[in-house]
């Protein structure tokens, strides 16, 4: 199975911040690497597809890159609505594997 | 727009078993493969079982595999999740997703399942 580690596992930051997390596969996935939201209490939600793809309707602050086995997700400029969990997703390989998530926090 | 509506979930005894549903609307659910994903309270997203659009392949989590069977309805446009042989470690939401390819574009709102005696 691929494992996926997600750094860090939470951080604090302020509104206008730039955040970045990163996510390592145990082997090498290519792009197939997804990036999901999750508030408390509500359903994840996809952020980005593809390593890089912005998904339709998601603001232009975030954005993903990366290919093979290191990924990252950036925050250009934390807003109050970004305060939530971040998880990856790796579907090059059965099973599917999520990172551990990314709690971001206010400073 | 994609609407996917989970039911189901209760409090079940460990060993007994329980099924869950997912109604979808929205969209062609015939042409997509679909996923359960479940979270424990608290804790991070662990990926269940995901059968393809036609479901002629279906693919099982470790923890998962020979208990639970995803399973699928096209005339009702309805996808289920038979599981068998419960522990308090199946405790979670148990959310149904769309399949874009194999990657998950869309979630249900969960339900959840509480395995306790």
Known sequence: ?107 | QVQLVESGGGVVQPGRSLRLSCAASGFTFSSYGMHWVRQAPGKGLEWVALIWYDGTNKYYGDSVKGRFTVSRDDSKNTLSLQMNSLSADDTAIYYCARAAGVVIDYWGQGTLVTVSS
């Open chain 1, 1 to 107: 199975d691929i494992q996926m580690t997600q750094s860090p596992s939470s951080l604090s930051a302020s509104i206008g911040d730039k955040v970045t997390i990163t996510c390592r596969a145990s082997q090498v996935i290519r792009n197939n690497l997804a990036w999901y939201q999750q508030k408390p209490g509500k359903a994840p939600k996809r952020l980005i597809y593809g390593a890089s793809s912005l998904q339709s309707g998601v603001p232009s602050r975030f954005s993903g890159s990366g290919s093979g086995t290191e990924f990252t997700l950036t925050i250009s400029s934390l807003q109050p609505e970004d305060f939530a969990t971040y998880y990856c997703l790796q579907h090059n390989s059965y099973p599917l594997t999520f990172g551990g998530g990314t709690n971001v926090e206010i400073k």
